[in-house]
């Protein structure tokens, strides 16, 4: 067996939507991970995540801002939701400032800070928290929740596209933060 193959695992992709890590779900697809697609672009994450499942793999979008707990909880939930569980973070959403020293935005570089080194931080600690044994579903979500999102009413059908409705919405404890609702697509 190839020291790559990953048919069976699960892999959430941070800043996924495009550049290289829409390259790394891409490389997971292929060495047989299913794979959610977790990014603050929208429109772009569930393209990739689209073009992933045209390939065959099993493939999803949830939105997340990597700086927000919540958000974290939700695309975890998300992941396990779409995919079957969770054996793989990929931390690579970030962002850069391609200022100048002398022109640097403090306001620039405070995002900067928040999203490569608090949301990588986050990321490692849900992620963490969500592999160690005996803590999923437990400590994250009754599996009742579970159980009341599978109902057939909570699934619209498109074709070749499964859209769960977000289970997390009505719950204040998963409502991300800054939005209304998440979306997923799942090939
Ligand atoms: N491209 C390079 O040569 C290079 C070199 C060294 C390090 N890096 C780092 O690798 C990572 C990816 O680089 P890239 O070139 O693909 O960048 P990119 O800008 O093309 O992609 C970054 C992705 O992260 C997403 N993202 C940004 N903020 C987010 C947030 N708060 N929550 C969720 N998603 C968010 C963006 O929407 C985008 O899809 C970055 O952390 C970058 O700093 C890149």
């Given amino acids: 067996m190839s020291p790559f193959h990953l048919t069976g695992r699960k892999a959430l992709v941070t800043g996924g939507a495009r550049g290289l890590g829409a390259g790394m779900a891409v490389a997971l697809a292929a060495a047989g991970a299913a794979v959610m697609i977790g990014d603050v672009l929208e429109e772009q994450g569930r393209e990739t995540a689209r073009a992933l499942a045209a390939t ?14 919540a958000h974290w909880l939700a695309a975890i939930s998300a992941t396990h939701y779409a995919l079957g569980g969770f054996d793989i973070l990929i931390n690579n959403a970030g962002v850069e400032v391609t200022a100048l020293v002398t022109d640097i935005d403090p306001d620039e570089l405070r995002r900067m800070l928040d999203v490569n080194i608090v949301g990588t931080a986050l990321g490692i600690k849900h992620a963490f928290r969500a592999m160690r044994p005996g803590d999923w579903p437990d400590r994250a979500v009754p599996w009742s929740t579970f159980r009341r999102w599978r109902r057939p009413s909570h699934f619209r059908r498109s074709p070749g596209i499964r859209r769960p409705s977000p289970p997390w919405t009505g719950s204040r404890a998963w409502q991300p933060r800054n939005r209304a609702s998440s979306d997923m697509a799942c090939g």
């Fill in 56 to 69: 065959g793999a099993r493939a999803a979008f949830v939105h997340m801002d990597v700086t927000d707990e």
